[in-house]
């Protein structure tokens, strides 16, 4: 019983960080759901983030944004004990275009986790997660000189 | 005017400013470009909106990631012989320092220009050019139409 509510009180401590970053809060990113090693966000469709006008697409830059932030959620919520994280690398597939006026949603997992290293994969998507818009596997750095991993 | 006949415009101006005004999500992002002897460098101006990690504080990793793929995009446009839009197909960010909360530069280098194919790799860096924050390559369909 009190593993749960630990790992409730972290899940909750996850959704507080990411909230809070400023820049999450100026894509107006929202947090769907955060669960052992996953994470689920949403970027609303927004004018200012158009990068074609013609089209009414949003930028790639943008669903780069979001890929990383759901993604080190994912770490984030598969640590034992919360500590600062960094990432290493993210790597963005573009498989389709976004469409227009349409919501994305971000479905990141963290499916390794080692001493030092996260490694993370995720897809974004409008309705259908077999039907992706971008996918991207990134590493994180675990414990940046800011805090230790209990091991 | 579509995109594409501004970009043409912008260019035939010499006007590097033009390329991103036409780009909301550039003017979101604070992108402004400017020539440095024969490079086009692309700047993004530090705004407390651009942090990720507001206790050190860093930048956030998107920011970065997107100053990279629009520096690698303008230097597309700008040095192509017609102008199209590049397509992203794939870009890989490695993420080498924390980003200062500071004006941060980036510099995309065409390293295959194919008929269909581009590649480019680009470095973003703060105050010392020799230490990167962040780098990048990415491989970009450039065909018209």
């Given at each position: ?12 401590l996850?959704?507080?960080?990411s ?50 932030a759901?993604?080190?959620?994912a770490?984030?919520a ?12 993210l ?6 275009p976004?469409?227009?006026?349409q919501?994305?949603?971000a ?5 390794k ?15 259908d ?9 990134g ?13 | ?8 415009a ?7 400013q033009?390329l ?12 402004s ?41 303008f ?11 590049p ?7 490695d993420?080498l ?20 194919i ?6 973003a ?12 390559h ?8």
């Amino acid at each position: 019983m009190a593993d749960d509510t630990d790992q409730r009180l972290k899940l909750k401590l996850v959704r507080g960080f990411s909230v809070n970053v400023p820049h999450n809060k100026a894509l107006g990113l929202e947090i769907v759901e955060i669960e052992p090693h996953e994470a689920l966000f949403k970027l609303p469709y927004d004018e200012k983030l158009v990068g074609n006008p013609d089209t009414g697409v949003i930028h790639g830059g943008a669903i780069t944004a979001l890929l990383d932030a759901a993604s080190g959620a994912a770490v984030f919520a598969s640590l034992v004990n919360i500590v600062p994280i960094a990432t290493l690398d993210l790597r963005i597939d573009y498989l389709r275009p976004a469409e227009a006026g349409q919501a994305v949603l971000a479905k990141a997992t963290c499916y390794k986790m080692t001493r030092n290293v996260a490694f993370t994969r995720a897809v974004a998507y409008h309705d259908d997660p077999d039907d992706p818009i971008a996918h991207s596997v990134g590493t994180f750095m675990v414990s940046t000189k800011l805090g230790t991993v209990k091991s | 005017m579509t995109l594409l006949e501004r970009l043409t415009a912008a260019k035939q101006a010499g006007d590097y400013q033009g390329l991103f005004d036409a780009i909301p999500y550039a003017k979101f992002l604070g992108l402004s470009a400017a020539m440095h002897g024969d490079e086009l460098i692309t700047t993004m101006r530090y705004t407390e909106d651009l942090i990720g990690n507001p206790a050190l504080p860093a930048l956030h990793g998107g920011t970065l990631g997107a100053l990279l793929e629009s520096a690698a995009i303008f230097e597309l446009l700008w040095r192509a012989e017609t102008v199209v839009l590049p397509k992203t197909i794939t870009v890989t960010i490695d993420y080498l320092r924390s980003g200062a909360p500071l004006d941060t530069h980036a510099r995309g280098v065409i390293t295959r220009q194919g008929r269909r194919i581009s590649n480019v790799r680009i470095e973003a860096w703060q105050g010392d050019r020799s230490a990167p924050v962040a780098s990048a390559h990415g491989i970009f369909l450039v065909m018209r139409g």
